[in-house]
């Protein structure tokens, strides 16, 4: 029985909706941490509350966002080739974390673990990735697409390999150097990708009085996340310990009021409406 389009616009939305409150989720169990430590002190980071009773929330929240980034289909193939390779970013910024454990724990975990944890996880998401793209090469090969579209989609493959291939080599021939800077390469790809998909949406082509609206929104989330990189590089500059937590909580917090606000506007649009136009009603 082939699903209606009411039944792929709900699967649509609620793929959407679970990005924001994964987002709250990481949140709650964070403000859980800092409460059994009585607000004494704080993480210099959101990142290394993986040190902390916060870890699993925190894995589990960014793989998670980072399936939902790849499974959800971008308005353009080049909105769709950023949010493919934040997705691919997510996981590494999960499973290899900061260096640096912190000292605002409740309760410790140790280096030993840590490293171990990386090395299996990491040889997983090597295992997944690499499946990932044949099956993708597999898929396109099917379906090119054509001319500029075409160009695009073996670009946007041709670049996820490069990374993953990148990655791999990085972590087998240079371990040390993977486990002290994989965390934020992984960070700061995952962000510039976020940015730059919220700053295409506040300069795209403006239709409707409604579609213009949502275009002057896209760009004040865009304005507010470059002041957010500004107001990071002056708290570097001036030593503060929490500038990696303050830039952390303001992106993601912007990129949940982007990601709502977009789920607001395509509420009522499908994926793909070339599919959906050739999927029969619901009887």
Known sequence: MAMSRDDVLKTYRYLRLAMVLLVLFLAASVLTEVAHVHGACLQTSISAYYYTPAQAALVG?????????????????????????AGMAAPVVAVVPVPDPGGCASVDVSQAQRVAAVENNVVALLVVGATALLVTGVLLARDPGEGRQRR????????????????????????????????????????????????????????????????????????????????????????????????????????????????????????????????????
């Open 61 to 85: 929240t960014l793989v998670a966002i980072g399936v939902c980034l790849v499974a959800l289909k971008g308005q353009t193939d080049e909105e769709d080739i950023l949010l493919n390779i």
């Open 152 to 283: 695009t989609r073996v670009l946007g493959l041709g670049l996820a390999t490069l990374l993953l291939a990148a990655g791999a080599g990085v972590f087998l021939l240079a371990r040390g150097a993977f486990l002290a800077g994989a965390h934020y390469a992984a960070a700061i790809v995952m962000f510039a990708c976020i940015v730059r998909v919220v700053w295409f949406n506040a300069t795209r082509r403006a239709g409707s009085s409604s579609m213009r609206a949502a275009r002057t929104r896209y760009g004040a989330v865009a304005l507010a996340m470059v002041l957010s990189l500004v107001v990071f590089g002056v708290l570097l500059l001036l030593g503060v310990d929490h500038a990696v937590l303050v830039v952390e909580v303001l992106l993601i917090g912007l990129f949940a009021v982007f990601w709502g606000l977009q789920t607001h506007e395509l509420w009522d649009d499908a994926p793909d409406e070339a599919a959906l136009r050739r999927t029969p009603p619901a009887r």
